[in-house]
């Protein structure tokens, strides 16, 4: 009886140690090869809420890529604040609590990297151009940038701090042309606005504007646009509550999906 014990016991021993060693094998190494595995992959997926500041040429592409960007990671909320990326670049140099930033062109970014406000590095993620929005039937036959200082031509344009001023004022020079706007926006949606309601009689904007407007303006595209291609950046507010969503957020971006939504906008590749 004694030995039948021990025997019970024995067995006993020897499957706890095989137990063990399976358990130990899924969790450090593979049970079938023996090769260790990265305990790393089975970490959760940053969850929580981020605000992306980001340029208001994104407000349409963004918003869908921050749903889009949600329904793949539950547990994540992504909010936005569009507008120029000036006056952006001015509200996080003022600390206002931004995670992600997204610029319309690298030089508004550089003012934030030499802040030391942004943490890593500041990937390009798509590019874009300048096109003269019209209203519907190009009323005005405006075929070109010259025709935009014809007299008695309503003609607005974004300020120069703007990126899309920036761009305007390179395209100018390109071309030879001087432009007398009525106004300068402090956004590119401003522009658009005042297109589209009929408060001018045309804009210079980007390409993805006409096209995210549709039947609500015309885009005449001008050979000068190609010498003020716009490149947006996008980074990491140094200081964010949750780094590590911002970071998977601004990866998402630059991912086969986000370049997808980005690229049927008419953006164009960084």
């Known amino acids: 009886m004694r030995t039948k014990t021990i025997a019970a016991a024995v067995t006993a021993a020897v499957v706890a140690v095989a137990l063990a060693g399976c358990s130990t094998g899924s969790a450090g190494t593979d049970a079938a090869t023996g090769t260790a595995k990265d305990s790393s992959s089975a970490s959760a997926v940053p969850t929580g809420t981020i605000t992306v500041f980001a340029a208001a040429s994104l407000q349409k592409t963004f918003t869908e890529l921050g749903s889009d960007y949600e329904e793949a990671h539950p547990g994540t909320t992504v909010k936005f604040s569009f507008a120029g990326s000036s006056d952006l670049v001015t509200q996080i140099q003022n600390g206002a609590p931004a995670d992600v930033f997204a610029s319309a062109d690298e030089a508004n970014m550089k003012k934030l990297t ?9 990937p390009a993620f798509a590019t874009n151009v300048l096109e003269i929005a019209v209203a519907p039937g190009n009323p005005k036959k405006i075929t070109s940038l010259d025709d935009l200082t014809a007299s008695g031509l309503q003609v607005v344009t974004c300020a120069a701090p703007v990126p899309c ?14 432009l007398h706007p009525v106004s300068e926006e402090q956004s590119v949606t401003d522009v658009l606005g005042k297109v589209e309601s009929g408060q001018a009689d045309a804009g210079l904007v980007y390409v993805t504007d006409v096209e995210g407007a549709g039947d609500k303006v015309d885009g005449v595209s001008f050979d000068a646009s190609k010498r003020a291609v716009n490149t947006y950046p996008i980074g990491v507010v140094r200081g964010s509550s949750n780094a590590a969503l911002a970071k998977s957020f601004s990866a998402y971006v630059r991912s086969a999906e986000g370049e997808k939504v980005l690229t049927t906008a008419g953006f164009g590749a960084p």
């Open 114 to 122: 030499k802040a030391d406000l942004i943490s890593g590095s500041t």
């Open 165 to 178: 001023g920036a761009a305007t004022e390179q395209v100018e020079r390109a071309a030879g042309v001087t």
